[in-house]
């Protein structure tokens, strides 16, 4: 093959493949911790934190989608049923009847701080338990170069 087909080195090739690996099997432990605790799925904690560290606890629709990389047809359907668990409210801005804000609300908030808790201590288990401190600081690096 000729060179400027940009093959990808094995190394890359191999990194790649490593990378979505560990991220499925991560991910996948971490949506179990959560189940075994009575917790919801993680999509609902990357909404409720998302919106619970922006100004005033408010977003619109547009900038959860940018922030969590959720589909805009599974956000629309996330958040209607984070708001029948009143989670979360919407509200129509001032002065645009059509637009609208989603507003964390106390509840949700509640939520969010339980299920960081089982979050936290499963992200020490399958992530910090398997790396020394220089070895996660060297990994957040090396991922940093793709963000």
Known sequence: ???DMH???EAAVSAWTRIMRARERL???????????GMP???WYDVLWELARSE?????????EER???AQYNLSRLLDRLEREGLVRREVFADDGRGRWVVITDTGCQLRERMWAVYARSIEA???GKL???????????LARFL
């Open 126 to 128: 399958h992530i910090g």
């Open 68 to 70: 969590t990389l959720l």
């Open 56 to 64: 005033e606890g408010r977003l619109r629709p547009y900038e959860i």
């Open 27 to 37: 991910l996948g432990a971490i949506e179990a911790d959560l189940k075994a605790a």
């Open 1 to 3: 093959m000729s060179e």
């Open 7 to 9: 093959e990808p080195r």
């Open 41 to 43: 799925p993680l999509a």
């Open 132 to 142: 020394a401190e220089s070895e996660a600081k060297t990994l957040a690096g090396l």
